[in-house]
């Protein structure tokens, strides 16, 4: 198997993705942390890695890759891991896609943007708080959330069948991420309640042990998104 070496952040939500998907799958990596709160994406070292500045990165013997749906599905082609994640079933693997492809501007675009506009930006790097673009964010990621809950989920176990695939894992950790602005996803959506729950606990303690550091930075910065909140 080749060594792989994996460059991520755990404040990144497809880093946490991969991060949990490789310790559930037993993909065995060796851990590159990038600082990005110190700029270590913008350093020549890593820019030598990525010349697009982000995480994650993987390394697999000298084949370096970046974009989280491209690694994922390179490494279920690659290792051997679980049917489930990425069936080679045609039909299943077409459902899994239509998710990984219709996330890129639903769930990411607004879920991601939304937080960088309302917590990043605004108590990170002190940028004057955009009020309206807030407020446009919010109302396009609730339609989001109300089509996983109404269209997604309906009457499925997961987003792409009756068993997990990488489709929920790359998903919990972009709808976990507005936690983080004060924002439940989970309020008044039963469907994407449960599937949470049956998420959560399919990967368990990965899935926590990617979550803690998100966790302990909601916690830190509770009073200032607090005060940012009480002005949206
Ligand atoms: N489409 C990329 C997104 C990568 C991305 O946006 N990474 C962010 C963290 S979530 C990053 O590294 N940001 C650092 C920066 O923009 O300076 C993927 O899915 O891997």
């Not at 890695?49 to 082609?77: D, T």
């Not at 290792?79 to 899994?96: E, I, L, N, R, T």
Request: aromatic content about 12%; some cysteine; hydrophobic content about 40%.
């Amino acid at each position: 198997m080749a060594k792989l070496t994996f460059y991520y952040n755990l404040l990144s939500q497809p880093s946490r993705a991969l991060y949990i998907f490789f310790k559930k799958a037993e993909v065995p990596f060796e851990k590159k942390v990038v600082d990005l709160m110190k700029g270590e994406q913008f350093t020549a070292e890593f820019e030598a890695i990525n010349p697009f500045k982000k995480v994650p990165v993987i390394n697999a013997n000298g084949f370096v890759l970046s974009e989280s749906i491209a690694i994922l599905r390179y490494i279920c082609r690659t290792y051997k891991v679980a049917d489930h994640w990425y069936p080679k079933d045609s039909v299943k693997q077409a459902q899994v896609d239509e998710y990984l492809e219709w996330q890129h501007t639903n769930t990411r675009a607004n879920c991601a943007l939304y937080c960088l506009h309302k917590v990043f930006w605004p108590v990170l790097y002190g940028k004057p708080l955009n009020e309206r673009r807030v407020a446009e964010l919010e109302k396009n990621m609730i339609t989001i959330l109300d089509l996983i809950e109404n269209v997604w989920l309906k009457n499925k176990m997961f987003l792409c069948g009756n068993e997990i695939s990488i489709s929920d894992i790359i998903a919990i950790c972009e709808i976990e991420q507005p936690r983080m602005a004060g924002f439940n996803p989970y309020a008044n959506r039963p469907n994407l309640t449960s599937w949470k729950m049956r998420t959560v606990k399919y990967l368990s303690p990965y899935y926590e042990e990617a979550n803690e550091i998100l966790e302990m930075y909601v916690a830190k910065h509770n009073k200032t998104i607090g005060k940012l909140n009480s002005h949206i």
